[in-house]
T-cell receptor, first 114, second 113 residues
Framework: GDSVTQMEGPVTLSEEAFLTINCTYT??????LFWYVQYPGEGLQLLLKATKADDKGSNKGFEATYRKETTSFHLEKGSVQVSDSAVYFC????WGGGYQKVTFGTGTKLQVIP | EAQVTQNPRYLITVTGKKLTVTCSQNMNHEYMSWYRQDPGLGLRQIYYSMNVEVTDKGDVPEGYKVSRKEKRNFPLILESPSPNQTSLYFC????????????FGDGTRLSIL
């Protein structure tokens, strides 16, 4: 079946540092890829998405590029802020079992210190 | 304001005492889903519903029941809760199956003693 693998956290960075959170996937066909963010005490919110190979999703200074050749969708941000501290989930929508199914990674906690 | 509302937000209860977690959405979405979030396991889907009176099992349905009598409501029922169901639960909805974004509630933290 489909699967999503994320780097383990927590990731601790100083403010204004460069962020990369790795995400790789296994899926049949051509899944759509997503990053969701979960702030403390809240549900998940869609951060960005990409629906086909070489698409770049971007939002709030975050970017991720759909790389079919490496089956990856790494999340990047050039300069993180304390307010970016959250848990980040990589996810895909594929056709598992004959219907569209969302598969989430295990989440990566980001802590940004002033 | 578009939202998914879960209640209660926190609950501590004992083994075997039936409980219901309610979920309501005000966006006229067809698709609703329940997930549980556990450390190191991410989000796992419990049950989903593609429309009124249409529900199906997700990846971890054992010990749970759901119903979808109205479009806006999708309650999660634990008939006989056990400690291994201690977890953080999220309800989500979207226009239809596979549509993004999914809109998530703020979560319900259940502790079963």
């Amino acid at each position: 079946g489909d699967s999503v693998t994320q780097m383990e956290g927590p990731v601790t960075l100083s403010e204004e540092a460069f962020l990369t959170i790795n995400c790789t996937y296994t899926a049949t066909g051509y899944p759509s890829l997503f990053w969701y963010v979960q702030y403390p005490g809240e549900g998940l919110q869609l951060l960005l998405k990409a629906t086909k190979a070489d698409d770049k999703g971007s939002n709030k200074g975050f970017e991720a590029t759909y790389r079919k050749e490496t089956t990856s969708f790494h999340l990047e941000k050039g300069s993180v802020q304390v307010s970016d501290s959250a848990v980040y989930f990589c996810a895909l929508i594929g056709w598992g079992g004959g219907y569209q199914k969302v598969t989430f990674g295990t989440g990566t906690k980001l802590q940004v210190i002033p | 304001e578009a939202q998914v509302t879960q209640n209660p937000r926190y609950l501590i209860t004992v083994t075997g005492k039936k409980l219901t977690v309610t979920c309501s959405q005000n966006m006229n979405h067809e698709y609703m889903s329940w997930y549980r979030q556990d450390p190191g396991l991410g989000l796992r889907q419990i049950y989903y519903s593609m429309n009124v009176e249409v529900t199906d099992k997700g990846d971890v349905p054992e010990g749970y029941k759901v119903s979808r009598k109205e479009k806006r409501n999708f309650p999660l029922i634990l008939e006989s809760p056990s400690p291994n169901q201690t977890s953080l639960y999220f309800c989500a909805s979207s226009l239809r199956q596979g549509a993004q974004p999914q809109h998530f509630g703020d979560g319900t933290r259940l502790s079963i003693l």
